[in-house]
């Protein structure tokens, strides 16, 4: 698994993020928060709570702010929940599922790209707010299941606080945890009744009964909780009021409430809304098809090691045969649209799980697994009708895929050996043919993606490999920092427009407005007024528009009617045209950046 890690990266190094989208907020904004700026206020982002920033700007103040910096340490964090899940795993199943499940998060996961936009891996992340409620979540469910089985207050306490971290970063993340949550303590109080009923001790906190060590470990867990929030209150009170204060610390929250962002096509292609029957259909779909295979191959492979004659001496060669059409079919598959099964999946572990809770309890632990297999069921939610492990799904659908190995290689396997005499190894041999085909096929798909990065953008620790020809992407906005370094003062200020903040990290230019991005779904959720006022308050020396198709989000480009056509009049009325790089950007999809200089 560290081999395969190690390889992985040194195989995609650089080659993560996406330099127009996305990306350059994660770096801008810590970097921001580090020399001073305070989000909400300084810095208008609608990406989640304020953690990730705050936390990332710590790194960025004590290992110095540069892509390399975030790089390591989402690496680090990584590796570690990847030695968590493994040990989580290994106790609950065998070193098969436990390795398969590390390899299976490492090869479709943690370091790939399906789409040209980059920025959906573990590594540079679209929000790290998405990876680190992700990370802190299996933590938290770590902790709460160890609060389950080893009976100690301490793993209550340190569960709440992390998921009180999660609830400042993406609200969807939270829910998902917090029904994990309900799902422990109520698995909890059934688990602590029934030893009680057996005759067991309870010692120390435990002395007064089930009943009030239960209730005792959820207080611990809800104090600890609010402590995180407690604490940004208190960070934000020292510059802002405290109704501003309250605000920050639930900002990631309050796009969910504005009806435009839930309405706008891109989230409703998001969540399978856009085409409802044919979603539905692809999941009924494969759904039927994951059930056919496993109920086929488990009645014939129960046949198999019993079938010999005096022509077939070995079974091995009829169980060869029986699998071939299932590597066939698994090397020709779209391994991409595997996630339509997710959901399926998922439940079928939740309930197996809960109806054989007992049996399972007699061998190995079962509390992480089902708190994982509820949480990554959940986490599935977020994608409506359209569940995959692509785009948002290298966070919301890792865990259900986890969920899914978890369930076809350990639990069903020895639910049919108990009940129906299937041979374990032959059928998990048999799963993991076509699973190890889908993570060399998604990493194989990655990887002529990469292949096209290769211009290097960015000097030293930020350097970025970025598409070559035929986009002229990389080259582009290789030569505005060029032009920026050779003819913008270190004092003179920036704004990209309607995205790319990138390029005033890369230069370390400040942009003296708080509007970092124009995209439709932030001027849905901030108001365009909000977001013309501030930037006509505080204009900055030097405009950049940079080409930005904007049709998935419904709209058409940058300036046009409906789109920010007010803050483009009032930036070609104050501002005039210095440079052109490339082709005219916001005109007929081809890459551009055209520099603009305030008039005197």
């Known amino acids: 698994m560290a081999i395969v890690f190690v390889l992985a990266a040194a195989l995609t190094w650089r080659k993560w993020p996406d330099l127009i989208v996305d990306f350059g907020t994660q770096l ?17 982002y609608i ?10 700007a710590l790194l960025f103040k004590i290992f110095g702010a540069s892509l390399l ?22 106790e609950a199943t065998d070193v098969l599922t436990a390795t398969t499940i590390c390899l299976g998060i490492v090869l479709v996961f943690a370091f790939n790209q399906y789409t040209l936009t980059g920025n959906y891996n573990y590594i ?12 802190l979540s299996i933590l938290a469910i770590s902790l709460l299941s160890d609060c389950a089985t080893k009976l100690r207050l301490r793993f209550a306490i340190a569960a709440g606080f992390c998921a009180g971290l999660v609830f400042l970063t993406k609200p969807d993340i939270f829910f998902a945890l917090a029904v994990s949550v309900a799902a422990g303590f109520i698995l909890f109080a059934l688990t602590m009744n029934m030893s009680s009923e057996r005759g067991s001790a309870y ?16 207080a611990v867990f809800i104090a600890a909780a609010l402590l995180p929030a407690l604490s940004f209150f208190l960070l934000f009170l020292r510059v802002e009021s405290w109704h501003e204060s309250f605000r920050s610390v639930i900002f990631g929250w309050l796009p969910l409430f504005q009806p435009g962002v839930v309405k706008n096509p891109f989230y409703q292609w998001c969540l399978g809304f856009d085409e409802p029957g044919f979603r539905l259909e692809q999941i009924a779909i494969k759904s039927i098809a994951v059930f056919f295979i496993v109920t086929f191959y488990a009645i014939a492979l129960k046949r198999v090691v019993h079938l010999k004659s005096e022509r077939i001496q070995s079974p091995f060669i009829v169980y060869l045969l029986l699998i071939s059409p299932l590597v066939l079919g698994a090397a020709s598959f779209d391994w991409r649209s595997c996630g339509a099964t997710l959901p399926f999946l998922s439940l079928a572990a939740c309930v197996l799980i809960c109806r054989n809770y007992k ?14 297999s509820v949480f990554g069921l959940v986490m599935l939610s977020k994608m409506g009708l359209f569940p995959r492990i692509w785009h948002y799904g290298f966070v919301l659908g890792m865990p259900a895929f986890v969920g899914a190995i978890y369930l076809l290689l350990w639990l069903l396997p020895n639910l049919l050996a108990e009940k129906f005499a299937v041979p374990r190894r032959y059928f998990c041999a048999t799963i ?54 050779n003819n913008i003062p270190t004092h003179a200020t920036l704004a990209v427009l309607p995205e790319g903040v990138m390029l005033n990290f890369l230069t370390r230019r400040v942009n003296s407005t708080p509007c970092l991005s124009w995209e439709p779904v932030i001027l849905d959720a901030l108001g365009p007024q909000t977001m013309t006022a501030a930037f006509e308050q505080s204009p900055p020396d030097y405009i950049f ?12 480009y940058f300036g046009s009617p409906g789109f920010a056509a007010d803050i483009m009049q009032w930036v070609r009325q104050n501002y005039q045209p210095v440079r052109l790089i490339g082709n005219e950007p916001l005109k007929n999809g081809k890459f551009g950046i055209e520099i603009l200089k305030r008039r005197a």
Request: charged share 15%; glycine share 10%.
């Open 69 to 90: 910096t975030l790089v390591a340490a989402n690496l680090i964090f990584v590796a570690a929940t990847l030695a968590l899940i493994y040990r989580r795993f290994l």
């Open 432 to 485: 993991c043919i076509p699973l190890f085909i889908g993570f060399g096929s998604l990493f194989y798909q990655s990887q002529l993606i990469y292949a096209d990065k290769n211009v290097p953008v960015g000097p030293g620790a930020d350097r970025i490999l970025a598409f070559g020809p035929p986009s002229q992407t990389g080259m582009d906005v290789s030569q505005a920092i060029d032009w920026i370094q």
């Open 545 to 556: 528009l940079v080409e930005r198709d904007s049709s998935e989000f419904g709209a058409g």
């Open 203 to 218: 010692r120390g906190s435990q002395s007064r009964g089930p009943a009030a060590f239960a209730a005792k470990s959820l």
């Open 28 to 44: 801008y904004i810590p970097w921001r928060i580090s020399t001073g700026a305070v989000l909400y206020r300084d810095l208008f």
């Open 359 to 372: 049996r399972l309890s007699a061998r190995q632990e079962p509390v992480f697994p089902l708190l994982w």
């Open 47 to 56: 990406g989640g709570g304020p953690f990730s920033e705050y936390f990332n």
């Open 124 to 135: 540079t992340p679209y929000a790290h707010e998405a990876l680190h409620g992700l990370l």
